[in-house]
């Protein structure tokens, strides 16, 4: 079967509905159809304000326990820690010696970000970031990489870095295709929808998987619509709009148009009340199950290492083979 790789970030307690419409809910589905490979990307996470050790280890253990509640399964796919196999870094070093400077500098993530902070506290580490992650992928030799839009400027330099490296040194790595969806590719915030839903912005507008069910419905409730009264699928003209009836149609697994088809003659009311339904319906049982994985931390731990054994497998094959190509010596 072709193969999938993807990561996601230990950066807070909680995932958010972006991470999981946009990423999490289409590995579930993959791990049928590929052979999985997911990590949490711990050395990601401390590329910009880097967490307390202990709240790292945390998130690291909750970013699991969300995972598997989110319907991963440990017999149909390899998850790990990223931090757990070594391989990504050793990687990670000769890629960085075939990216330029300049085409690093290009990638509009590191732009923003470090934009946000000013030079002198953002770090090298935030700076090789992409090439890390397309250490991530390569070294699985993955087929398909499911991940949000955002992402997509980083999945075309993993492209042109495993075509770089193959032209120069020989056929080595597969060249991903980034897999991403339509509707659900950009969840939006629910306090200003024309910016991604994310950590980083106010709390009032992100959709916390482990949120208190009564303050998502409310925050759903208060999400900024547009004007008009008209229920619409616009996300050009109407972007609150076209943002809830997006997270409705994939929190109910139906197709948008659909879903849009229904409420068309109600009340923008109406329509947020039946959206803070669904996430209820959806989260609740996700926190519970997160939280009883979380009551066994050995378990999570256990989950890990076996995922690492895995993956290792893989990646160590890989690094082995670039490590020829490139000309480094095999340590006898
Ligand atoms: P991260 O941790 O920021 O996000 C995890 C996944 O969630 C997606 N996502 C969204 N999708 C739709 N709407 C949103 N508002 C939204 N916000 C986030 C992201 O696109 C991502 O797929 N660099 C990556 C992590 C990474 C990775 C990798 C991914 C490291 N190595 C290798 C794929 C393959 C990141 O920071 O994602």
Not at 24 to 49: E, G, N, P, R
Not at 114 to 124: F, Q
Not at 253 to 281: C, N, P, S
Request: charged fraction near 20%; include cysteine.
């Amino acid at each position: 079967p072709p193969r999938v790789l993807s990561g996601i970030q230990p950066t807070s307690e909680s995932f958010h509905l972006g991470n999981y419409l946009g990423a999490v809910k289409q590995w579930a589905i993959m791990q049928d159809t590929h052979d999985s490979y997911f990590c949490v990307v711990d050395l990601h996470a401390i590329t910009l304000d880097p967490p307390a050790p202990e709240v790292l280890r945390e998130r690291t253990r909750v970013s699991v326990a969300q995972l598997l509640a989110a319907g991963l399964d440990p017999a149909r796919c390899a998850l790990f820690a990223q931090s757990h196999v070594p391989e990504h870094a050793q990687l990670s070093w000769v890629l960085e010696c075939i990216t330029g400077f300049g085409e690093a500098g290009r990638m509009t993530q590191f732009k923003d970000k470090s934009a946000r902070s000013g030079t002198d506290s953002i770090t090298v580490g935030l700076f090789t970031y992409p090439v890390l992650m397309a250490a991530d992928i390569l070294l699985y030799q993955a087929d398909a990489v499911p991940v949000g839009e955002d992402q997509r400027q980083h999945l075309e330099l993993t492209r042109n870095l495993a075509q770089r490296f193959n032209s120069r040194y020989g056929p080595t790595f597969t060249v991903p295709e980034a897999f991403i969806g339509k509707e659900t590719a950009k969840i939006y915030d629910l306090q200003d929808p024309t910016v991604k839903m994310s950590k980083s912005l106010g709390e009032a507008g992100t959709i916390n998987l482990l949120d208190d069910p009564a303050v998502l419905a409310k925050k759903i409730k208060r999400a900024v619509t547009d004007t008009g009264t008209e229920v619409r699928y616009d996300p050009a003209g109407k972007p609150g709009i076209s943002n809830l009836l997006n997270i409705l149609a994939a929190t109910t697994d139906r197709g948008v148009e659909q879903v849009a088809g229904e409420f068309a003659g109600q009340g923008y009311g109406t329509l947020k009340g039946a959206v803070a339904d669904a996430v209820v319906a959806f989260v609740e049982p996700f926190a519970a199950r997160t939280r009883e994985l979380l009551a066994d931390p050995a378990e999570i731990d256990r989950v890990l290492a076996a995922g690492a054994a895995r993956a290792r497998e893989v990646a160590a094959n890989t690094l082995a083979q670039a490590y020829d190509r490139v000309g480094f010596l095999a340590a006898a």
